[in-house]
T-cell receptor
């Protein structure tokens, strides 16, 4: 099956700093989503981005499908950005997702 | 607001008993829902695809007789963990595609088997 690797696995930032999270996948995809998992376990949808670039406030994402990677940018980070960030990809005709390994982000004052 | 709900959010049961978890799509119909499991400090792993009106499809290595899935209506899927054991303790999360391919996830159910 498809492999999804995220980097870095862990990241510590000072509040106000910018960061880039990467998601590499091993095969063609027709779905790619970025999620933030909060401390209570809820997955928050950030972006649905199988290709192209999107922005939402301090967050933006870019997927280069032909090169099999996606990037999530966080600018002016805040302590509330802390948590685990997952990318997840889908292939084929179904809607099931394969999750990446995750990036644990901690934003400190 | 939330588009997928789960109940209960947390359950503790004794070894050998069965536990049912409900997943509901709140303002849309879902012919397909998905069940994932997440162990501490790990990623989410797909367990099965729940299909309205037909049998669930299980991922390799998932015991279908242990994890019973019923998709009774276009807004409800249930996961029953039968004869639960401590190794079944985990965080169970369901999802559904709301429109097109974008998936929305429920808040999860934390199962502890004692």
């Amino acid at each position: 099956g498809i492999q999804v690797e995220q980097s870095p696995p862990d990241l510590i930032l000072q509040e106000g700093a910018n960061s880039t999270l990467r998601c590499n996948f091993s095969d063609s995809v027709n779905n790619l989503q970025w999620f933030h998992q909060n401390p209570w376990g809820q997955l928050i949808n950030l972006f649905y981005i199988p290709s192209g670039t999107k922005q939402n406030g301090r967050l933006s994402a870019t997927t280069v499908a032909t090169e099999r990677y996606s990037l999530l940018y966080i600018s002016s980070s805040q302590t509330t950005d802390s948590g685990v960030y997952f990318c997840a990809v889908g292939t084929g005709g179904g809607n099931k997702l394969t999750f990446g390994t995750g990036t644990q982000l901690k934003v400190e004052l | 607001g939330a588009v997928v709900s789960q109940h209960p959010s947390r359950v503790i049961c004794k070894s050998g008993t069965s536990v049912k978890i409900e997943c509901r799509s709140l303002d849309f119909q879902a012919t397909t829902m998905f069940w994932y499991r997440q162990f501490p400090k790990q990623s989410l792993m797909l367990m099965a695809t729940s299909n309205e009106g037909s049998k669930a499809t299980y991922e390799q290595g998932v015991e279908k007789d242990k994890f019973l899935i019923n998709h009774a209506s276009l807004t409800l899927s249930t996961l029953t963990v039968t004869s639960a054991h401590p190794e079944d303790s985990s965080f169970y999360i369901c999802s559904a595609p709301r429109a097109g391919r974008e998936q929305y996830f429920g808040p999860g159910t934390r199962l502890t088997v004692t």
